[in-house]
């Protein structure tokens, strides 16, 4: 997976990359929190493990107060 044209937001958040099944229907890879979205995706850390998996988009939600990224984790775990 690559972001050619995309400029992340230097805003903590929590971001999913997710893939779609035979039904169209999307299914989560890999969840993670970070205090910079900008940093976290621009770093690709887990882009390629999860483009092996099958992950074909990302999504991000963006969450100001940290100590609400584990809460928000743990949800989207589940």
């Known amino acids: 997976m690559s972001y050619p044209a995309i400029t992340w937001n230097n805003v903590s958040g929590v ?3 997710v893939g779609l099944d035979l039904q169209r229907m999307l299914y989560p890879l890999h969840t993670g929190k970070t205090a910079s979205l900008t940093d976290r995706l621009a770093s690709r850390e887990r882009c390629a493990e999860a483009a ?3 992950a074909s ?8 107060l940290l100590d609400t990224h584990a ?7 589940r």
């Not at 988009?57 to 100001?64: C, M, N």
């Not at 809460?71 to 775990?77: A, Q, S, Y």
């Open 15 to 17: 971001q999913m990359f």
């Open 52 to 54: 092996r998996l099958g």
């Open 57 to 64: 988009q990302t999504h991000a939600k963006l969450i100001p």
């Open 71 to 77: 809460r928000v984790e743990v949800t989207l775990i």
